[in-house]
Every structure is written in structure tokens, then in C-alpha cells.
């Protein structure tokens, strides 16, 4: 059984202050949720203040990036994925589309955050997805592959447990439109056998899948009931407490 997993990726959103004052009022919205992982993605100034206040709880707290030096060094403006576990944090996301698109991240880095992530000992959200473009020319299942092989080489059997996969069409995120639950459920699906004719079934199988791009509280049901959509990485609608604890508790 894949346990799902919904995160709420709270992007450059957010005093340590406001960052605060939302994971506890989610804390108790949440405390019965245990059909699957809830993470909220701070900024990183807040992740160890968060990660502090929501300690013995069911909410875990992830970074939205990391450097791609496994070690520490001069590399100015950086942060090490062990830095985020030191701070607290249990996952990281990787190649959010937004890192890909406005700070060119190419898939060799996002292998390299990835590798550094699992070395920290963090569970990594790798995020993969098309634009609008390529969806319009046919070749999202090519772009997507591409990225899951890149963002993935050298990884073994035992990286790969540590490894969620986000699938995020990036003309779905922050613009009010998400796929629909079977457009959603046919990359998820083509993830899957990607994963599968890469690395192996038993990977395949284990594989979470997640879905982003406008996922709320309205829709997050009709994602769920889909066989290869194992959660939700969520952006705006995370940010309040009431809607984020909709989401999650989407079973009702
Ligand atoms: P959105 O963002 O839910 O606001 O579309 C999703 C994301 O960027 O992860």
C-alpha cells in the first residue's frame, strides 16, 4: 500500500511569524489525519522555528530546495540539504518548476539536489511536468520522461524509497486550472511504467505519485479516487489552515 502524502509548498509566502501562526492552527485540524503524510514547505527561515512548534505531531516540515554540495563549503546563498535536516526538516522538494523555469535548474542539478537530499537522510518530493506548449505539441510524455531520467540517474533501489515523484503541469500551477482527474491520472500512470522500464516493478509499484497545479479543497476528491495519485503537493491553497486541512482530510 502507498501511503499518501499531501504538502503544502508555501513558496516565498510568509513571516516565521504568519509561518507559525498557520501550523498551529493546522496542527488540530489535522491531528486524526493519519490515512496519509501532511508536510508543509516553509521558507527557510521559518523551517526551524515550524519544525520546532510541530514536533510530536503528524505534521512534518520540508525544504523547498537545496543546494546541490553534498558537503559544506564556500557557496554563497546556499543551503545544504543536511543544513535542512539539521533545522528539522524531513523532506525536500526538488526541481519545483518555478526552480526549473526562473532559476534554469536543468535536470542534472535537480539529480544532484536529489542524491544530496537522500544523503542528508530527507525524503525527496522530485517535481516533473510540462508546459503548455509541449502539451499542445504532443510530447508532454516525452518531456516528463526526459526529466524523470535525468532527475533520477545513478539513484539505486534503496535511493529510489526515499524518492516521491510530483507530476506538476506547470500550466495548472497558480492559474485556477488543473488537469482533470483523468488527465492527471494518464501522466501518473506513464510515470509509473517509466519507472518501472527504468529502475523495476517492485520500484514502480512502490512509487508515490503526487499531483500539483491548482489542487483545492473542490477537487482534491475526484484526484484521490484516481489509481496512480497518491497525494497532492498543494501551493495557494495551503497558505490558510482551513483550506489546506480540507485538503488533507479529503476523505471526509
Ligand atoms: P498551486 O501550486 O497549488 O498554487 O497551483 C502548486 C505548486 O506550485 O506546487
Given at each position: 500500500?502507498?501511503?499518501?502524502?499531501?504538502?503544502?509548498?508555501?513558496?516565498?509566502?510568509?513571516?516565521?511569524?504568519?509561518?507559525?501562526?498557520?501550523?498551529?492552527?493546522?496542527?488540530?485540524?489535522?491531528?486524526?489525519?493519519?490515512?496519509?503524510?501532511?508536510?508543509?514547505?516553509?521558507?527557510?527561515?521559518?523551517i526551524k522555528?515550524v519544525a520546532d512548534?510541530l514536533?510530536?505531531?503528524?505534521?512534518?516540515v520540508?525544504?523547498?530546495?537545496?543546494?546541490?554540495?553534498?558537503?559544506?563549503?564556500?557557496?554563497?546563498?546556499?543551503?545544504?540539504?543536511?543544513?535542512?535536516?539539521?533545522a528539522g526538516a524531513?523532506?525536500?522538494?526538488?526541481?519545483?518548476?518555478?526552480?526549473?523555469?526562473?532559476?534554469?535548474?536543468?535536470?542534472?542539478?535537480?539529480?544532484?539536489?536529489?542524491?544530496?537530499?537522500?544523503?542528508?537522510?530527507?525524503?525527496?518530493?522530485?517535481?516533473?511536468?510540462?508546459?503548455?506548449?509541449?502539451?499542445?505539441?504532443?510530447?508532454?510524455?516525452?518531456?516528463?520522461?526526459?526529466?524523470?531520467?535525468?532527475?533520477?540517474?545513478?539513484?539505486?533501489?534503496?535511493?529510489?524509497?526515499?524518492?516521491?515523484?510530483?507530476?506538476?503541469?506547470?500550466?495548472?500551477?497558480?492559474?485556477?486550472?488543473?488537469?482533470?482527474?483523468?488527465?492527471?491520472?494518464?501522466?501518473?500512470?506513464?510515470?509509473?511504467?517509466?519507472?518501472?522500464?527504468?529502475?523495476?516493478?517492485?520500484?514502480?509499484?512502490?512509487?508515490?505519485?503526487?499531483?500539483?497545479?491548482?489542487?483545492?479543497?473542490?477537487?482534491?476528491?475526484?484526484?484521490?479516487?484516481?489509481?496512480?495519485?497518491?497525494?497532492?503537493?498543494?501551493?495557494?491553497?495551503?497558505?490558510?489552515?482551513?483550506?489546506?486541512?480540507?485538503?488533507?482530510?479529503?476523505?471526509?
Amino acid at each position: 500500500m502507498r501511503k499518501p502524502v499531501i504538502a503544502g509548498n508555501w513558496k516565498m509566502y510568509k513571516t516565521i511569524g504568519e509561518a507559525v501562526d498557520t501550523a498551529l492552527a493546522l496542527k488540530p485540524l489535522v491531528a486524526n489525519a493519519n490515512h496519509c503524510e501532511v508536510v508543509l514547505a516553509p521558507v527557510f527561515t521559518a523551517i526551524k522555528t515550524v519544525a520546532d512548534r510541530l514536533e510530536g505531531s503528524n505534521v512534518h516540515v520540508a525544504g523547498q530546495n537545496c543546494s546541490t554540495q553534498v558537503e559544506e563549503g564556500a557557496h554563497t546563498g546556499e543551503v545544504a540539504a543536511f543544513m535542512l535536516r539539521d533545522a528539522g526538516a524531513r523532506y525536500v522538494i526538488v526541481g519545483h518548476s518555478e526552480r526549473r523555469h526562473l532559476y534554469a535548474e536543468s535536470d542534472s542539478m535537480v539529480n544532484k539536489k536529489a542524491r544530496a537530499g537522500i544523503a542528508a537522510g530527507l525524503i525527496v518530493i522530485m517535481c516533473v511536468g510540462e508546459i503548455l506548449a509541449q502539451r499542445e505539441q504532443g510530447i508532454a510524455e516525452n518531456v516528463v520522461r526526459g526529466q524523470l531520467t535525468g532527475g533520477s540517474s545513478g539513484l539505486t533501489a534503496s535511493d529510489l524509497d526515499r524518492i516521491i515523484v510530483a507530476y506538476e503541469p506547470v500550466w495548472a500551477i497558480g492559474t485556477g486550472r488543473t488537469a482533470t482527474p483523468e488527465q492527471a491520472q494518464e501522466m501518473h500512470a506513464f510515470i509509473r511504467r517509466v519507472f518501472a522500464e527504468r529502475h523495476s516493478p517492485e520500484a514502480a509499484r512502490a512509487l508515490r505519485i503526487l499531483y500539483g497545479g491548482s489542487v483545492k479543497p473542490e477537487n482534491i476528491a475526484g484526484l484521490m479516487a484516481q489509481q496512480d495519485i497518491d497525494g497532492a503537493l498543494v501551493g495557494g491553497a495551503s497558505l490558510e489552515a482551513d483550506s489546506f486541512a480540507k485538503i488533507v482530510n479529503y476523505k471526509g
